[in-house]
């Protein structure tokens, strides 16, 4: 788990390194607007979704470790070729085939995970695992901060483009790694006993001999790919899902910026490392909101309060944030917005295992988060377009994002009442354990 979550701190910082690099030279350099650079961000995504649900397919043929690996490699030197992009079409392109060489990343680690972990256990690891991309916001901007200070050391390169090669080039590194590292199933565990792997096999095989029909009936790709396409409780987590990914790039995409925004509005200024550390800030609460929140949900099972709550307080602090008057409190609602999300994700991947396996949650699990990719292009679209509209005030960009964020509340609320997300079927841990 914890390699794997490398790989993921790996990946969320990769996807998100244009956020840092817009506002400290790129944008200028490309002679970008707001709504070049939303687009920029966002058609990422559409690469993603073309391959999303094919791709976790393929991983459920040939195997986590040779697909996660091939995976990583990929967009590891696509990432590294922005250190060299000249132009916003190059940008465009770029980010296009970084979404391509990435899909089927992160449900394919979901799904890894999933094979691994009795249920019971699954929301403490997914969180766990989880803590990775609120650690890349606090990791990762002061560093992409620091990287973008060494303008011209490296063969001349502005620090921005430095910054793309320092934060790409570890992807092949520990792509690489992991063909080596990870092992397909318990049985291929080295580190294990007899025993051990006896227990953990034996564990997750009657979980999946307890699931409903969903699960039983996926057993191969394309029955798989059926069951999850005509499963309604699978498209609406998709929907609930798609409110919270838009919420969370449009931090992770405009916060930089928003940051930027703040020398001018309040006449202060911030060095590169200062507005890297500004960044990291809403994060460090997100973080520790994440934890208690799963560790809460292990010793007393995932209820659908665990979902629905946050994503409501997220729809409220958001808009908020921009009425707050000064930077500080702007950051501080903003962290809040930050918590929120991060609290409800780990706990909702616990849903679709709770009645999909084999096949059928490869696909549906692809399903669900290439409906949050869709988001992923939506999000920075849009309020780059709004931001524009509106001379670059963000107001009503944030009030769309509340607005989804309001409605994946409100789904998971109905989703509960339907009965078809009841009181966890995953039973607590005992405390202790």
Known sequence: MPFVALMFFINYLDRTAIGFAAPNGMNDDLALTAAQYGFASGVFFIGYILLEVPSNLALHKFGARRWLARIMVTWGIVAVLFTWVGSYTQLSWLRFLLGVAEAGFFPGAILFLSLWVPARYR???????????PLTSVIGAPLAGWLMTHNGVFFGLEGWRFMFLGVGAPAIIVGVIAWFYLADSPNQAKWLSPDEKKWLTDALATENKAKGGEA?????GLAGLKVAFSSGRVWTLSFIYFGFIYGLYTLAFFLPTIIKGFEAQYSVTFSLMEKGLITAIPYVPAAIALYLATRHATRNGVKSGHIAIPAAVGAVSIPV?????????????????????FAALPNFWTVPTQFLAGAAAAAGIALINTMGNLAGFLAPLITGELADLNGGDYKVAFFVVGGFMLLSSVLMVALSRRGQVTADEQAPVPAGH
Do not use: D, E, N
């Open 123 to 133: 929301s403490r690891i997914l969180g766990l695992f989880y803590l990775a991309q």
């Open 216 to 220: 039983k009936s996926g057993g191969h």
């Open 321 to 341: 944030a921009l009425f707050a008057g000064s930077p500080t409190l702007t950051i501080a609602v903003l962290a809040v917005t930050a918590c929120a999300i």
